[in-house]
């Protein structure tokens, strides 16, 4: 197992950290551009789009900052569908928070000081160093708040990490040897089977809220289970008799499950006088 999540802020030379951890490990590297199209392939149809070229650089960008709702939604899934893998290099995206409950994935955060970072971009975008310092304090305040406010998760809490690296002394070779040094430690070689099947579980789960979804199904009464053998049990109140017939139709055409046990009400509204 090769599943590594790496954080940074802007001007730590994290992506091309990451893009080194990859190919030394001989694994995918899911950059910002890879991702993107991850989200396409998985289809948007549930997205307006008619304001955006879903295929040009930074569509995920925007959309995070029109439609923060479905672009969590749509990662979520990606990286989902990433960890089913079992393999790979993931940069941000809230990717420790979304896979918290798979402990094969090893994450690291790559820090450095507002001096260094602030120099790196003066060097890498010819930038003046008041520039430099104004982007750095924008984009770790956006960072924290996108994070804070979608996953509830503290970008500078040590706890959401496995290893930080302050790379301040450190050369990038350095930092790209401490990290595939740590993957190859064994307590992280093998991956137990309990894990893989929380993450099947947890994916199975988005698979059907996405379909109830877009079967505009209210959700936001009924509960759902996912047993170990992958059958789904829902229960709760439905707000019509329409809906809680198209429930097992539903059900039983998302791929994963097994089978199913249904047992919800309908909500009557009962009269006052």
Not at 37 to 57: C, H, N, R, S, V
Not at 110 to 124: F, N, V
Not at 249 to 267: A, F, L, T
Request: aromatic residues 6%; contains cysteine; proline residues 3%.
């Amino acid at each position: 197992m090769s599943l590594v999540t790496i954080t940074y802020g802007i001007g730590c030379d994290g992506e091309s950290i990451a893009n080194q951890v990859a190919e030394h490990l001989g694994i995918d590297f899911y950059d910002n551009d890879k991702l993107q199209q991850m989200a396409l392939d998985l289809g948007l149809t549930t997205i307006d789009l008619q304001q955006y070229d879903e295929k040009a650089p930074g569509f995920l960008n925007r959309l995070l900052s029109s439609q923060p709702k479905s672009y969590l939604d749509i990662m979520e899934k990606v990286i989902h569908q990433i960890a089913e893998r079992g393999n790979g290099v993931i940069i941000g995206h809230g990717s420790p928070f979304l896979l918290r409950d798979f402990e094969c994935a090893f994450h690291v955060k790559i820090h450095a000081g507002p001096a260094e970072r602030t120099k790196m971009l003066m060097a890498q975008q010819n930038l003046e160093e008041k520039s430099a310092q104004l982007l750095v304090k924008n984009m770790d305040a956006q960072q924290q708040s996108f994070l804070k406010y979608a996953f509830n998760f503290n970008v500078d809490d040590p706890a959401n990490y496995d290893l930080i690296i302050n790379n301040r002394k450190l050369g990038k070779a350095s930092v790209v040897r401490i990290i595939t040094d740590s993957m190859a430690l064994e307590e992280l070689v093998e991956c137990t089977w309990d894990a893989y099947q929380a993450m099947e579980r947890r994916a199975l789960m988005k698979k059907i809220q996405s379909a109830m979804i877009h079967d505009h199904i209210d959700l936001s009464s009924l509960d759902i289970e996912i047993e170990e053998d992958h059958v789904v049990k829902i229960s709760g109140i439905s707000v019509s008799e329409t809906d809680k017939e198209k429930i097992p139709q539903i059900i039983k055409n998302v791929p994963g499950v097994k089978d199913y046990v249904i047992n919800v009400s309908v909500w009557t509204n009962p009269t006052v006088g």
